[in-house]
């Protein structure tokens, strides 16, 4: 079972996000507004998770065939739990010290509160 780290940490049970990325450290709101701060490997990392729930969230409820695909590309990519690429949404989780579970939950929770009537 996980134990609770504090910033600058690693877990035991890490596994492969180590390899690819240096120990999680926590978010702070004045980090996200001075990109300098942040080392360009982080930022990377933050602009895939961006990228991924802005897809997410503005074409949750498309009806164009680009617009859906965007959605389920980034839907399946936030499901998925498997830690094999370096960018899995697990390794991300884990890089930016985030619970995926989580994310996942309140994901699905704006998308059940936001649709439209009529909407699948």
Not at 42 to 50: F, G, S, T, Y
Request: hydrophobic share 35%; net charge positive.
């Amino acid at each position: 079972m996980a134990r609770q780290r504090r910033a600058g940490q690693t877990r035991p049970d890490a596994g492969p996000a180590q390899r690819y990325f240096e120990a999680p450290v926590p978010l702070l709101p004045a980090q996200l507004q001075h990109h300098a701060a942040i080392p360009s490997e982080r930022r990377l990392i933050i602009a895939v998770l961006e990228d991924a729930v802005h897809c997410f969230r503005k074409y949750a409820f498309a009806t164009d065939p680009q617009g859906r695909r965007l959605f389920q590309e980034a839907d399946e990519w936030i499901r998925n739990d498997g830690r094999e690429s370096p960018f899995s949404f697990e390794n991300v989780c884990d890089a930016l010290d985030l619970n995926p579970a989580y994310l996942r939950s309140g994901l699905e929770h704006w998308r059940r509160r936001s649709r439209p009537p009529g909407a699948k």
